[in-house]
């Protein structure tokens, strides 16, 4: 297999990086000078459960991609996703897959080019993180799902999960949209734990803070339902059990399971992002959620009025602070 994976950030470069050290021609491309020129000069250095290995792989800027190729993985924030499409598509064989390794729901701009036979959604259970240019890290085996939005398979789709099953556990499903938004709803969590410089022990200590939690996981939950999805569970709860219709008993219920799991040291991504004056992709995940409310005719105050502060807070026009939460709760009346 030829592939091209568009990101050698922690996804691209642990998943790549496997497919590489397992004999497959992949090139990387990423605009990070530093992390280009540190995968140049020293290799692609991965660390997993099994043991940390380095690959020398070719990696590239976006203007020096040449040949063509059997597979692109799309590995970029959401934000990029249109960018990276016209960048990579010109370089792929006419039978390519292209499989979408990102947040949020972006099947459907893979489909608007390539077609549904050829564009996969990728479910992704690893948590990972870059530790310096040219090094990515991540402490779980992982857990993949892949999959058409029609909920049909192909002989393309079963080799591309052969591949991938052979470097990490893979498997295919007939409901990869589902497994998705259910992966938004932790997504969406991530910038509702990232109003304070704080964790979720802090910021969602009290009866009152969870059950404002309950409220926002019940809009998104109820919006994913709405949209046709079938969520499948997660390690850390089943999204429909925080479906608004389920009685708050029940679901606050949930919160306190999930809550005995926090850590006092455990600050959510977006937060770091924000510290780090990284570029979110909240427009492009729960910015989804809120349009498909809009689009749906529900009402969604707490995911509208989120999405609001957290490109406040980006573009600094807000400061993170408890306070955020108590503004948030208000806009429930």
Same mark, same amino acid.
């Given at each position: 297999?030829?592939?091209?994976?568009?990101?050698?950030?922690?996804?691209?470069?642990?998943?790549?990086?496997?497919?590489?050290?397992?004999?497959?021609? =992949?090139?990387?491309?990423?605009?990070?000078?530093?992390? =280009?020129?540190?995968?140049? *000069?020293?290799?692609?250095? =991965?660390? $997993?459960? @099994?043991?940390?290995? +380095?690959?020398?792989?070719?990696?590239?800027?976006?203007?020096?991609?040449?040949?063509?190729?059997?597979?692109?993985?799309?590995?970029?924030?959401? +934000?990029?996703?249109?960018?990276?499409?016209?960048?990579?598509?010109?370089?792929?064989?006419?039978?390519?897959?292209?499989?979408?390794?990102?947040?949020?729901?972006? =099947?459907?701009?893979?489909?608007?080019?390539?077609?549904?036979?050829?564009? $996969?959604?990728?479910?992704?259970?690893?948590?990972?993180?870059?530790?310096?240019?040219?090094?990515?890290?991540?402490?779980?085996?992982?857990?993949?799902?892949?999959?058409?939005?029609?909920?049909?398979?192909?002989?393309?789709?079963?080799?591309?999960? !052969?591949?991938?099953?052979?470097?990490?556990?893979?498997?295919?499903?007939?409901?990869?949209?589902?497994?998705?938004?259910?992966?938004?709803?932790?997504?969406?969590?991530?910038?509702?734990?990232?109003?304070?410089?704080?964790?979720? $022990?802090?910021?969602?200590?009290?009866?009152?803070? *969870?059950?404002? %939690?309950? @409220?926002?996981?019940?809009?998104?939950?109820? $919006?994913?339902?709405?949209?046709?999805?079938?969520?499948?569970?997660?390690?850390?709860?089943?999204?429909?059990?925080?479906?608004?219709?389920?009685?708050?008993? !029940?679901? /606050?219920?949930?919160?306190?399971?999930? !809550?005995?799991?926090?850590?006092?040291?455990? %600050?959510?991504?977006?937060?770091?992002?924000? %510290? +780090?004056?990284?570029?979110?992709?909240?427009?492009?995940?729960?910015?989804?959620?809120?349009?498909?409310?809009?689009?749906?005719?529900?009402?969604?105050?707490?995911? @509208?009025?989120? %999405?609001? /502060?957290?490109?406040?807070?980006?573009?600094?026009?807000?400061?993170?602070?408890?306070? +955020?939460?108590?503004?948030?709760?208000?806009?429930?009346?």
């Amino acid at each position: 297999m030829h592939a091209i994976v568009m990101g050698a950030g922690p996804i691209g470069g642990i998943i790549g990086g496997r497919l590489a050290r397992d004999g497959h021609d =992949v090139t990387f491309v990423d605009v990070d000078r530093e992390h =280009v020129a540190a995968i140049r *000069r020293h290799g692609l250095q =991965v660390d $997993v459960p @099994d043991g940390p290995f +380095n690959v020398k792989a070719n990696v590239v800027f976006p203007d020096e991609i040449e040949g063509a190729f059997d597979t692109a993985f799309i590995a970029v924030r959401c +934000n990029y996703t249109r960018d990276t499409l016209e960048t990579v598509l010109p370089h792929l064989n006419e039978d390519a897959l292209v499989v979408s390794m990102q947040n949020g729901i972006n =099947v459907p701009l893979l489909e608007e080019a390539v077609g549904a036979d050829r564009s $996969v959604g990728m479910g992704i259970r690893m948590g990972s993180r870059r530790v310096a240019p040219g090094h990515v890290h991540t402490a779980t085996r992982g857990h993949l799902y892949i999959g058409h939005s029609h909920g049909g398979t192909t002989e393309a789709l079963e080799q591309l999960n !052969a591949m991938l099953d052979a470097v990490i556990p893979s498997e295919i499903t007939d409901n990869i949209l589902g497994v998705l938004w259910s992966k938004l709803t932790y997504t969406c969590f991530g910038y509702y734990g990232s109003l304070a410089n704080t964790s979720m $022990v802090e910021s969602c200590a009290g009866p009152d803070d *969870r059950r404002l %939690l309950v @409220d926002f996981f019940g809009e998104v939950v109820a $919006v994913g339902t709405a949209a046709g999805a079938r969520f499948i569970p997660l390690a850390e709860y089943d999204p429909p059990e925080l479906h608004p219709d389920k009685p708050v008993e !029940a679901r /606050m219920a949930v919160v306190h399971h999930y !809550a005995e799991s926090w850590r006092s040291d455990d %600050l959510k991504g977006p937060l770091r992002q924000l %510290l +780090n004056g990284t570029r979110l992709e909240v427009e492009f995940t729960l910015g989804h959620v809120v349009r498909e409310s809009a689009r749906l005719g529900l009402s969604t105050p707490l995911c @509208d009025n989120l %999405l609001a /502060m957290m490109l406040e807070l980006e573009s600094g026009k807000r400061r993170l602070g408890l306070d +955020n939460y108590a503004e948030l709760a208000a806009c429930r009346t």
